[in-house]
């Protein structure tokens, strides 16, 4: 249960979700479950993996917007309900 | 009741998914998720008033943690028309085309193409070798015939025999299982049958002829005037 806790980030613009996806997956041990673009360009990142894991990942990431002023909002939830990755995944192109 | 609406505009995606587990945990309220224009979401929930208090006081709790609530209402006793237009519509129902029938056709011609083939390799197989190799090619076959024979004295080769008649007896009755359906699908006994439609069906009730005058690649070149000459020799008025 625990490999599945979510954590996620919202950030100010596409490039600088990028670059803490980028960073966060590289340097601990979480994958990349989603990213949502909202149509003011507000880009949420989606993460998946352990409960430490994704605490220090979101840490980090978060340390590192709040450095260029990007952060809109993070958050971590431990054991996600199964039904909210429906609200996650949104409407996908098949 | 549950005919009361709650709306909740969130500033931020993130605020509004760790709402919506908040939610989804703790109350039982059925809930909707909507972007808005300027970056803000929208959360419905639908449920009955006390259930929906409730689960406003847990949501907007959630959501102060994180971001900031931008505003939020309450809908009592809702017109069952207007719940339509705003529960739900986001869900766009994507229109679904008529594929599936085409798809079945090409299953059916694939699997026979790919079983022959097979058949004809072990025939060979076992007229070249000798019997200790029959024994090993036999062997696992010998599981599927223990529940359909139970004639131990048959000879390999006869039994290979009769394998590859009731795999023939078997894609045979899958052919004719599927064919009736293809035509039920569109019954044709006159010319004002083919009226209302379009190329793509007309051809697949060519190819469900037997004596249709063109055959197998002419009839996916042929357009729909041709198709139509074709069908008037055929069909009566």
Same mark, same amino acid.
């Given at each position: 249960?625990?490999?599945?806790?979510?954590?996620?980030?919202?950030?100010?613009?596409?490039?600088?979700?990028?670059?803490?996806?980028?960073?966060?997956? =590289?340097?601990?041990?979480?994958?990349?479950?989603?990213?949502?673009?909202?149509?003011?360009?507000?880009?949420?990142?989606?993460?998946?993996?352990?409960?430490?894991?994704?605490?220090?990942?979101?840490?980090?990431?978060?340390?590192?917007?709040?450095?260029?002023?990007?952060?809109?909002?993070?958050?971590?939830?431990?054991?996600?309900?199964? =039904?909210?990755?429906?609200?996650?995944?949104?409407?996908? =192109?098949? | 009741?549950?005919?009361?609406?709650?709306?909740?505009?969130?500033?931020?995606?993130?605020?509004?998914?760790?709402?919506?587990?908040?939610?989804?945990?703790?109350?039982?309220?059925?809930?909707?998720? *909507?972007?808005?224009?300027?970056?803000?979401?929208?959360?419905?929930?639908?449920?009955?008033?006390?259930?929906?208090?409730?689960?406003?006081?847990?949501?907007?709790?959630?959501?102060?943690?994180?971001?900031?609530?931008?505003?939020?209402?309450?809908?009592?006793?809702?017109?069952?028309?207007?719940?339509?237009?705003?529960?739900?519509?986001?869900?766009?129902?994507? $229109?679904?085309?008529?594929? $599936?029938?085409?798809?079945?056709?090409?299953?059916?011609?694939? $699997?026979?193409?790919?079983?022959?083939?097979?058949?004809?390799?072990?025939?060979?197989?076992?007229?070249?070798?000798?019997?200790?190799?029959?024994?090993?090619?036999?062997?696992?076959?010998?599981?599927?015939?223990?529940?359909?024979?139970?004639?131990?004295?048959?000879?390999?080769?006869?039994?290979?025999?009769?394998?590859?008649?009731?795999?023939?007896? %078997? %894609? *045979?009755?899958?052919?004719?299982?599927?064919? $009736?359906?293809?035509?039920?699908?569109?019954?044709?006994?006159?010319?004002?049958?083919?009226?209302?439609?379009?190329?793509?069906?007309?051809?697949?009730?060519?190819?469900?002829?037997? *004596?249709?005058?063109?055959?197998?690649?002419?009839?996916?070149?042929?357009?729909?005037?041709?198709?139509?000459?074709?069908?008037?020799?055929?069909?009566?008025?």
């Amino acid at each position: 249960m625990l490999k599945h806790s979510l954590g996620i980030i919202e950030t100010n613009s596409l490039s600088s979700a990028f670059e803490i996806a980028h960073l966060m997956v =590289d340097k601990f041990e979480v994958t990349l479950s989603n990213v949502r673009q909202l149509l003011n360009g507000y880009t949420t990142v989606f993460i998946k993996g352990e409960l430490g894991a994704v605490q220090q990942a979101i840490d980090f990431g978060a340390g590192h917007c709040t450095e260029k002023n990007s952060l809109v909002a993070k958050s971590v939830i431990a054991v996600p309900h199964q =039904d909210l990755f429906n609200f996650i995944e949104g409407e996908k =192109d098949e | 009741m549950n005919n009361s609406l709650a709306l909740l505009e969130v500033n931020g995606f993130c605020a509004s998914i760790s709402a919506v587990d908040a939610l989804l945990k703790n109350s039982s309220v059925e809930i909707d998720l *909507e972007e808005i224009k300027n970056g803000n979401v929208l959360l419905k929930l639908k449920g009955n008033i006390p259930q929906i208090k409730y689960a406003l006081n847990l949501a907007i709790e959630s959501i102060n943690k994180i971001s900031s609530v931008v505003n939020f209402t309450v809908l009592e006793n809702l017109n069952p028309s207007i719940e339509k237009e705003f529960f739900n519509k986001t869900k766009k129902h994507r $229109p679904v085309i008529n594929k $599936p029938e085409i798809k079945s056709e090409e299953k059916l011609i694939t $699997p026979q193409k790919e079983e022959l083939p097979e058949k004809k390799s072990e025939k060979v197989k076992v007229k070249k070798v000798k019997n200790t190799a029959v024994k090993k090619l036999s062997k696992p076959k010998e599981e599927i015939q223990s529940s359909e024979t139970s004639d131990i004295n048959l000879s390999t080769i006869e039994r290979l025999r009769l394998e590859a008649l009731g795999k023939k007896i %078997a %894609a *045979e009755k899958k052919t004719e299982a599927s064919k $009736p359906k293809a035509v039920s699908s569109y019954v044709v006994k006159k010319l004002s049958d083919l009226d209302g439609l379009n190329v793509h069906k007309l051809r697949r009730v060519a190819r469900d002829f037997e *004596e249709f005058p063109i055959k197998g690649r002419q009839i996916s070149i042929a357009n729909r005037d041709e198709l139509m000459v074709y069908f008037k020799q055929i069909l009566p008025e």
